[in-house]
C-alpha cells in the first residue's frame, strides 16, 4: 500500500516556529494531544456516550506519564475552537503548567508543521491523526467502533500504533486503559531532538 504523504512549505515551518517561539515552547519536546473530534462533541460538550470518547480523567493519567517520562516536555492540546470546553476540562484534571490548550489556535498552515516538529502525538482516529501520520510523526492512536484494520493511519517511515478493544462493533475507546496506552507510547522509538 502506498502511504500518503503531505507536504509543509519552508514558510510555514518557519511560521510555525516564530509561534511556537513566542508561546515559549520552541526549545521543548512538544508531544501532541488530539483528544476529539466533531463526534465527540454536541453544543461545545463532551458526548461520552460516542464511541471515540476517552474521559479527561484518562487524559490526564496519560500526561501525568508522558510528563513524569520527558520533563521537559510540553503537551499541547489540540483541537478546533469548539473543542475549547473539553480540552480546558483535560486541562484542568492535568493540573500542570506543562500543558498548554491550543484549542482554535492550529489553522491547517500552523498545524501541519507542528506535527512534523513534534516528538510525539497521541490521538483519537480522526483526520489530525492521519495527517500526522503522513507527516512523520510518531503517533498513537485510539480506535472505537470503527476498528484499525481498514482506518489505520499510514505512515512514510514513522511508527503508528493502534490501540483498540476486541468488542468489534461495540468497541469504545473508553474500553483502552491508559497504562495501554502510556506503554503505547513508551514503545514508540526515540526521536532524535528537533
Not at 137 to 142: A, I, Q, S, Y
Amino acid at each position: 500500500a502506498i502511504s500518503p504523504q503531505l507536504f509543509v512549505t519552508d514558510a510555514e515551518r518557519a511560521a510555525c516556529e516564530t509561534w511556537l517561539q513566542a508561546l515559549g515552547v520552541a526549545s521543548s519536546p512538544l508531544v501532541l494531544l488530539q483528544p476529539g473530534n466533531k463526534r465527540t462533541l454536541k453544543h461545545g460538550k463532551s458526548v461520552q456516550a460516542d464511541n471515540k470518547y476517552w474521559s479527561p480523567e484518562n487524559w490526564a493519567k496519560l500526561v501525568a506519564a508522558i510528563t513524569n517520562d520527558l520533563p521537559e516536555a510540553r503537551v499541547l492540546l489540540c483541537g478546533a475552537d469548539a473543542e475549547r470546553p473539553p480540552l480546558d476540562e483535560i486541562a484542568a484534571q492535568c493540573k500542570s503548567d506543562r500543558v498548554l490548550n491550543l484549542a482554535g489556535a492550529l489553522p491547517i498552515k500552523r498545524l501541519l508543521p507542528l506535527m512534523q516538529r513534534a516528538h510525539s502525538m497521541i490521538s483519537i482516529d480522526t483526520g489530525p491523526a492521519h495527517a500526522a501520520a503522513a507527516l512523520g510523526c510518531p503517533l498513537v492512536v485510539l480506535f472505537g467502533a470503527m476498528g484499525s484494520t481498514r482506518w489505520r493511519p499510514r505512515s512514510p517511515g514513522s511508527p503508528v500504533i493502534a490501540l483498540e478493544s476486541d468488542r468489534g462493533e461495540a468497541s469504545k475507546v473508553m474500553d483502552i486503559r491508559p497504562d495501554q496506552v502510556i506503554a503505547a507510547w513508551r514503545a514508540l522509538p526515540p526521536v532524535a531532538a528537533r
